[in-house]
């Protein structure tokens, strides 16, 4: 079957990091530009990170530059996001997806519903507090 999967949420201290996973599953993730969502209860979904399939280019909102860090691991087929001094307003469901033909830039900034990737994840929480 070919799919994505998040993995790597949880509750984490204000301050604190968690490494998330995106793996792909059926299909050669490389080949795919690779985008992070997050969506809070109530808050319309952001664009997180994203890292282009070819010269592997990276784009991160302005909200999360300097603390994220996004990066691909092809043979093991997955995305990773390093997510460090993490503030209770990063509490959110986290998302990936995966598309062929979008930019890193466009997949970032894409307000599309999830059926228009490629590929979607069905999220991981991150909850942020003391």
């Known amino acids: 079957q070919v799919h994505l999967v998040e993995s790597g949420g949880g509750l984490v201290q204000p301050g604190g990091s968690l490494r998330l996973s995106c793996a792909a599953s059926g299909f050669s993730l490389d080949y795919y530009t690779v985008g992070w969502f997050r969506q809070a209860p109530g808050k319309e979904r952001e664009g997180v990170s994203s890292?282009?399939?070819?010269?592997?280019?990276?784009h991160y909102a302005d909200s999360v530059k300097g603390r994220f860090t996004i990066s691909r691991d092809n043979a093991k087929n997955t995305v990773y996001l390093q997510m460090n001094s993490l503030r209770p307003e990063d509490t959110a469901v986290y998302y990936c997806?995966?598309?062929?033909?979008?930019?890193?830039?466009?997949?970032?900034?894409?307000?599309?519903?999830?059926?228009?990737?490629?590929?979607w994840g069905q999220g991981t929480q991150v909850t942020v507090s003391s």
């Open positions: 997806a995966a598309d062929y033909s979008l930019t890193g830039l466009a997949i970032l900034v894409s307000d599309s519903p999830p059926n228009v990737f490629d590929h």
């Open positions: 890292i282009d399939n070819k010269e592997s280019s990276t």
